[in-house]
């Protein structure tokens, strides 16, 4: 899970403890089982019967199978990619027949063709493995390209060369207060230029976010406040990197820069039993004189969200009469030691 | 920096501490070669403005982006002075204004400024013809936010968003504020084109403020014959709307809640 690396064959499996996969596995399931009805029954009144006796049969196997399959997971992604596809097949012939046969006793109906259902059963795993290679397959390449995107927009120039016109203002007469912004920006250069496809702990992204505003404060002086509310943030939660640093970016360009005042950029991480909350404001002026830039940052967060978390992760934009809010919702995976 | 008698007088206008301070030392350093006068210092355009108003100056190094008003439009106002100084653009990044400022040979430095750019930019600066007007405002993308009108020699602000109406005189534009009229030496035409979202022309000669109209008056004149008013928030005055623009009226009532 942490690391999404193209030639390994876990990545080709999918995580079957994700909300969102548990959920595609049921939706086409029973989409396929709809199908089903419709080509046994002759007309529209006997489709619904044939779909109940069908789902019946089917929806505990589906259902079972997720259960298993989450509790597998760890275990399946340490296996090569085929013996991990066979494990998978025959785990569900096992949960099929032992359906069929309860199924039979329960119901007291006798299964009329068990060779036929068995025969589903693989054909419908093997299309959904199938299913979840391909979409790996189209998802990784964006991933890499979520990198470059990361690299082309994460940075503005104009913060690159205002930032460096600041240090140099300091290193005549504050030569000290020039190093530290230098390393300030050597790290957050590093961390740019890295490969970001791999999770990484809270804490990091944290302690990013902190010299990039080092950074920012050294050429906007007082106009720029912060205020962090991150003592209770679970340090080691894992996160895509480089989430929380554009939208600061964004927080100062549109917030702070426009005003000649001084304004707040707020930064409060909490988690609530298994879930991450991170929410940023910043103050926001509907007649400020700048705009554009901001959509893509965020279509690119909520990008990079979806192919880490799938649908356990969200990312909301709100806009106040004064304010702007940005709610991110990540599922707290915990670094391994 | 010392006080020279034709020592070159020199502004620097940036929102940032560290890029004026930047801009400072060099130049210091410059003056090593030519007398230069460092003559004040603004974080915004308004500042600017309020600091040209009774300190003349040479040059005048101004940033585009900065808060309270932009570079752009600060240069707009300040070449509306009698004696406009010679401006240098500075910016950190900001391509669309550097190809058109390429395009119209404008003065710029990009930051970090190089002190021999600087060096090169401040010694043209008396020779060359000044920046001309028409050219600003082609660069300028977005419509001012202000109109200016010298008074006792400062340069006083409209906030184009206190403006009711615009109308034009001889040589003149009447600028009309909920408080009092004030007059430019502008173009009617190319203040709609520049206001074109937010003015409406409603005669020949006035444009008034589309969020300013409260409403539309019939008003019966003798001999039966009969006219469109135009009503405005906090003014008195009913402006007449000419045959040629009633389309107006009928959007009006189309656009209320």
Redesign the interface.
């Known amino acids: 899970m942490a690391s999404i690396n193209q030639n390994s064959a876990a990545t080709l499996l999918p995580n079957f403890r994700n909300l969102g996969v548990m959920l595609r596995v049921l939706v086409i399931v029973t989409a396929l089982t709809v199908c089903a009805a419709v080509l046994k029954s002759s007309n529209w009144s006997t489709l619904l019967q044939q779909w109940v006796g069908i789902a019946a049969v089917v929806q505990p196997i589906a259902i079972f199978s997720v259960v298993l399959l989450s509790l597998a997971n760890p275990w399946l992604h340490k296996l090569e990619y085929r013996s991990a596809v066979v494990t998978i097949v025959l785990a569900e012939l096992v949960i099929t027949l032992l359906v069929l046969r309860f199924g039979a006793l329960i119901l007291e109906a006798a299964v009329e063709n068990t060779a036929r259902d068995v025969f589903f059963a693989v054909a419908i795993t093997l299309t959904l493995i199938g299913y979840f290679n391909l979409r790996n397959r189209a998802l990784s390449p964006a991933l890499s390209e979520a990198r470059l995107q990361a690299l082309q927009a994460r940075i503005r120039p104009h913060f690159l060369f205002n930032s460096i016109n600041a240090v140099l203002s300091l290193i005549r007469a504050e030569p000290r207060r020039a190093e530290t912004a230098l390393e300030d920006m050597a790290d957050l250069f590093r961390v740019l230029m890295a490969d970001n496809r791999d999770l990484a702990p809270l804490e990091n992204e944290v302690e990013l976010c902190r010299q990039y505003l080092a950074l920012e404060q050294l050429r906007l002086g007082a106009r720029l406040q912060i205020d962090w509310h991150v003592d209770k943030m679970p340090k080691d939660a894992l996160m895509p990197p480089l989430v929380l640093q554009p939208l600061l970016e964004n927080a100062v360009y549109h917030g702070i820069e426009p005003s000649i005042e001084p304004g707040v950029v707020s930064v409060n991480i909490y988690h609530v039993r298994d879930q991450v909350h991170m929410v940023l404001r910043n103050p926001y002026r509907k007649d400020g004189n700048h705009h554009a830039g901001n959509k893509m940052a965020l279509g690119n967060i909520r990008e990079r969200l979806a192919l880490h978390f799938d649908a356990e992760a969200s990312l909301q934009a709100r806009v106040g009469d004064s304010e702007y809010e940005v709610h991110i919702t990540i599922p707290y995976v915990k670094a391994e030691e | 920096m010392t006080k020279h008698p034709h020592a070159l007088k020199v502004v620097i206008a940036d929102?940032?501490?560290?890029?004026r301070?930047?801009v400072r030392?060099l130049l210091e350093d410059c003056a090593s070669s030519f007398p230069i006068e460092l003559v004040g210092e603004a974080?915004?355009g308004r500042e600017l403005l309020a600091l040209l108003g009774n300190t003349p100056a040479d040059v005048v190094l101004l940033d585009i982006?900065m808060?309270?008003m932009?570079g752009l439009e600060a240069a707009q106002h300040l070449l509306r002075l009698p004696e406009p100084p010679s401006i240098i653009f500075t910016t950190?990044?900001?391509d669309h204004a550097l190809k058109a400022f390429e395009l119209h040979a404008v003065d710029y430095l990009?930051?970090?400024?190089r002190l021999r750019r600087l060096h090169d930019a401040l010694t043209r600066a008396r020779s060359i013809t000044p920046l001309r007007l028409d050219i600003l405002q082609r660069v300028a993308p977005?419509p001012r936010?202000h109109l200016s009108v010298q008074e006792r020699g400062k340069i006083m602000l409209i906030a184009v968003t206190d403006i009711r109406y615009l109308r034009a005189e001889l040589k003149y534009v009447t600028v009309r504020t909920a408080a009092r009229e004030h007059l430019v030496e502008e173009s009617l035409s190319r203040l709609e084109q520049e206001f074109s979202e937010q003015f409406v022309r409603i005669h020949r000669s006035c444009l008034v403020a589309k969020a300013h109209i409260i409403g539309f008056e019939r008003d019966v004149l003798e001999a039966g014959e009969s006219r469109w008013t135009v009503m405005l928030n906090g003014l008195d005055e009913k402006l007449p709307v000419s045959r040629r623009q009633q389309h107006i009226v009928k959007e009006f009532g189309r656009n209320l809640p």
């Open positions: 929102d940032e501490a560290p890029a301070s930047r030392d974080g915004s982006r808060p309270e932009d950190a990044y900001d990009v930051k970090p400024i977005e936010t």
